[in-house]
């Protein structure tokens, strides 16, 4: 998973009344799980923009091949020389396969389908058109290419977390494939962050968690607020493991799950 939605933060006092989780009204649950920003020292970033470079074609957002080339191109000027050279690697000998959706609240995700790796990239971000669209496509590539390493050793849970959809359509994760997911997400935003890192400027949302790369506790407090964001409603079984392991102080109040209204 990789986002590319701002992110939303929460605040709030927190609450000491404690009635029963499923007795609490939402403000109450709320404030419950509302976390002050944790204290870090902001990781320094370069001073310049990324270049773009002018020789990625546009391409338009229900076209295949279009994407496709845009993909490669920018897979080509992918200014990140591990993840470059091995995606390119592994798309050349067929390891791996790119499917586009326009549909996901997700920038990117590497799954397994039929026995084999599928990086699954949102059409909308490589369509879009802005100066700096590219950044977004780069850091995603990035981050996509950390969960191929990922999958290529995955056993157990671990493994279970990128057959989930395949496999598992409608059911529920167990607490070893949500500590499994937490792992990968966290070192997933690791790597897209030391390259957003580079820039003066990449994405806002990310500056959020990108900027406490240095200071575990409020990196683990940023990406906790990503992935509750972006997956409460997808995988709401997992949100008080998330929590526990991210350090909440009330992770149990990640438990009781209320739908976004
Ligand atoms: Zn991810």
Redesign the pocket.
Known sequence: ??LWISLLLLSGAACSARKPLTEMSDQELEELRAWPDLPYTPVEVGSELPQIPSDVPPARVDRPRELYVRTWAALQHLPHDQARTELTQALESRELAIAYSKDSPDAG?VVLREGRPLLVLNANVLADTKPYALVNVWTTLT??SE?LRQLRVATGPALEAFQYGELYPGERFTEEVCAALWR??RA??RVECELSNTWSNSNQGFDQICRKLNDDPAYDQALLRLMVFAREDRNPECLSTWARLAGHPHPEAFGVFRPKR
């Open positions: 998973m990789a995700g981050h996509e969960h990968d997400e997933a935003y």
